[in-house]
């Protein structure tokens, strides 16, 4: 699977530059929601709508939701400072010298590094997405003016490049790509350019940045029309990242038809047949170079009502997650699809399940719950919240992990703040700036609660606030106040997790004497006033996920979260700067002896303790704790385990 590594690809590039027509696959990542029109734009004289289906749940303006204090908020703050770190100078540098503009700021490294074929990502990219997002989140003037700083330099670049190319590598690289010559991934980066620019005009919005987007799109419109259906097909084997979506979403901002064509040049023919076919031909794939391209189809069905991209979105999903997903929600192993559908057991490595791939199997989540509302998908969502964003950036100082390895006996590692800027800071830069808009959804008239977090909701439209309070996953429940200027009837849906061991709700102290069974929401359906409170318990208990194809290999989980075995510390120069933990540096980790007909009997929970376990009845007792809060030890998260009856 040494093919599939970017590691692989960076350590051989030069070598290789000479003739080698051996292209990798590498990957990374994109933008958030349906990006509509919100603002009033017209198209032959009347409010242009470019949703042909409608979301039946949307999801609120991030500006109206705010995060509380808890483990989500830790994450965001992190970010933030990390976003706060980087000087615009700094971050433009390589666009202006591209441009033939001086600049005498010292570059970044990692893959913003004047020599590495990505540059121009995040900088120019995933960065103008992150700071859009945080302003969006948290309403943080001094991120929004970087972002603006960074687009106008940006400007100048594209100005004087004259063509409406935008980039911090020459346009040659586009050359090599249509000569099919080695080249990284142009369009990939090309891609976190134009949903940067979006992202500014959407949340910020700056007009330049869309008027720069456009230039760029048309620019791509005039390169991929040169080229025949099958040349461009050719093109297409080099990853491309999101462009057909953040041309869909250009079209859905400004009307012009145009950019939808140009989007569907973009529709990779032998990943979306077999999908449409219902058949998994995933295997061999490069997992993060294909996601992005989903939701894409995603959007084209959104935006032309083509019911067989959302076949394609659909089965995809499903696909991945009932056959291709580890205990935390995560996809991958050496960045790949290597195994049949189904088989994981021998899929545990150092570079298990990327961060791209959590980041972008959520923002397709978010689509398939907008079509269908049902609570399997936030049931997903929840677990890689929990289990693989939460605990993938360092609490400390927001640096960011890349894979996060699952093989047994190893530990995290985090990229160093200016000398990584991989495609996971990128996606992980946006993550953790955009926690706020999944926590709810509504429709006309209802209110999802899909997650249990910490937060503030404001509603406008019918002067209704939401206040929820809980210190979840450490509490088992929430409680939700509502703020009402006068008496409003509305159904509240609340997510009743898969996880949950029974539950109750009470409305103002009295219990309310109906349920909901897991993995549904249960509909409180009222009139309601200023003070009404809602209580609502989910009990969490000790459940195995274990790999699909050898149940003798599990992880443990309690409620929603991942449990992870943590061994010694870990020194700071083996945390940080790699991709992944060395592969065979590993802690031997003893088998668990367990009696077959009660599962969880070898896992107890700490009398005192909140979220901390131990094993039970094993010759060498340890310790586990949820896998988010392990960041400097060795850990496991799936255990051999022998099955004794007795
Ligand atoms: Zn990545």
Wanted: hydrophobic share 35%.
């Amino acid at each position: 699977m040494a093919h599939f590594s970017r590691r692989n690809f960076l350590s051989t590039t030069a070598a290789a530059a000479a003739g080698s027509t051996l292209l990798s696959r590498v990957s990374l990542a994109m933008p958030q929601d349906p990006v509509v029109n919100s603002k009033g734009v017209k198209k032959d004289g009347k409010p242009f709508n470019g949703e042909k289906v409608a979301w039946k749940a949307r999801p609120f303006p991030m500006k109206n939701v705010r995060l509380g204090e808890g483990p989500c908020k830790v994450a965001m703050e992190a970010d933030r400072q990390f976003l706060h770190s980087l000087p615009p100078d700094r971050l433009v540098h390589t666009f202006r010298i591209n441009a033939g503009l001086p600049s005498s700021a010292q570059p970044l490294g990692g893959w913003e590094a004047p020599d590495c074929e990505l540059r121009g990502h995040y900088a120019g990219g995933h960065y103008l997405s992150a700071a859009a997002l945080m302003y969006a989140s948290t309403g943080d003037e001094e991120i929004k003016k970087n972002g603006t700083a960074v687009v106008t330099e940006l400007g100048k670049c594209q100005d004087a490049m004259k063509s409406g190319y935008l980039s911090a590598f020459p346009v040659e690289f586009f050359d090599r790509l249509r000569e099919r010559e080695r080249v990284w991934a142009p369009f990939y980066t090309v891609h976190k350019i134009m949903a940067g620019l979006l992202d500014m005009y959407v949340y910020c919005d700056n007009e330049q940045a869309l008027d720069m987007c456009q230039k760029m799109a048309g620019w791509t419109a005039g390169y991929t029309g040169s080229l025949s259906y099958e040349h461009m097909q050719r093109v297409l084997g080099t990853e491309f990242g999101g462009m057909g979506e953040v041309l869909c979403n250009l079209y859905a901002v400004t009307g012009k038809d145009y950019y939808l064509e140009v989007a569907q040049r973009f529709d990779k023919k032998a990943f979306f047949d077999p999908l449409a076919a219902h058949r998994d031909e995933l295997k061999g794939l490069h997992v993060n170079t294909h996601i992005p391209q989903v939701i894409a189809a995603a959007r084209y069905y959104e935006l032309t009502g083509d019911r067989r991209y959302r076949d394609i979105a659909e089965y995809f999903w499903e696909e991945v997650v009932s056959e291709r997903s580890y205990c935390t929600g995560g996809t991958s192993n050496g960045e790949g699809w290597t195994s049949d559908p189904g088989k994981l057991a021998k899929e545990l490595s150092t570079n298990t399940t990327e961060c791209c791939c959590a980041y972008n199997m959520m923002k397709l989540s978010r689509h398939m719950f907008g079509w269908s509302p049902e609570a399997q998908y936030m049931d997903y969502y929840e677990r890689l919240v929990f289990n693989h964003r939460l605990g993938t950036i360092n609490p400390e100082d927001g640096t960011m992990m890349y894979y996060l390895p699952l093989a047994t006996g190893y530990w995290k590692t985090f990229g160093k703040p200016f000398d990584a800027l991989w495609c996971c800071t990128g996606t992980g830069s946006e993550e953790y700036a955009k926690l706020t808009d999944t926590i709810y959804f509504h429709d006309d008239d209802a209110l999802y609660v899909n997650l249990y977090i910490d937060s503030q909701l404001e509603w406008p439209e019918k002067k209704l606030r939401f206040k929820q309070e809980t210190r979840f996953p450490e509490q088992q429940g929430t409680t939700i106040t509502v703020s009402a200027d006068s008496p409003a009837k509305l159904a509240i849906n609340l997510r009743i997790p898969y996880w949950a061991q029974g539950g109750s709700v009470k409305i103002n102290g009295e219990v309310v004497p109906a349920f909901s069974s897991p993995s549904s929401y249960l509909t409180l359906n009222r009139v309601w006033k200023s003070g009404d409170k809602i209580e609502l318990s989910l009990p969490m208990g000790l459940h195995i996920d274990p790999m699909p194809d050898d149940g003798t290999i599990q992880a443990a989980m309690y409620g929603p979260l991942v449990l992870a075995g943590r061994f010694d510390a870990v020194t700071k120069e083996m945390t940080y700067g790699d991709y992944e933990p060395k592969p065979g540096d590993q802690k031997k980790v003893a088998d668990v002896v367990a009696d077959g007909s009660k599962p969880t009997s070898w896992i107890e929970p700490d009398a005192k303790q909140l979220l901390v376990f131990h094993t039970a009845g094993q010759d060498q007792p340890q310790t586990l704790v949820p896998l988010y809060q392990v960041i400097h030890e060795r850990y496991a998260v799936y255990w051999k385990v022998d099955n004794k009856t007795t």
